[in-house]
């Protein structure tokens, strides 16, 4: 399995903790957007600086990691609050 399929499915996995543990589904989900952030951040920083990647390849990978899993997160939340009325 690749290191970006691992990223991704690490990101849905946090982010179902955080639905779980966390009350407000909105909440939730403005704290996944600022850990997966992170988390992103730091991964691309590690691609470059000691995995050697370029920055222009781990940036576009950097977005997909943190993209994917925060569109999954806005898109839930979205869902639910309509769900909900």
Do not use: K
């Amino acid at each position: 399995m690749s290191h970006t399929v691992i990223m991704l499915l690490a990101g849905i996995v946090l982010l179902a903790i955080l639905r779980l543990t966390t009350r407000d589904s909105a909440r939730a989900t403005r704290l996944f957007l600022w850990l997966w952030l992170v988390v992103a951040v730091g991964n691309l920083l590690i691609g470059v600086l000691y995995a050697g990647y370029g920055w222009t390849e781990e940036a576009l990978i950097g977005l997909l990691v943190f993209a994917v899993p925060a569109a999954i997160a806005i898109a839930t939340t979205r869902f639910g609050a309509h769900r909900q009325d």
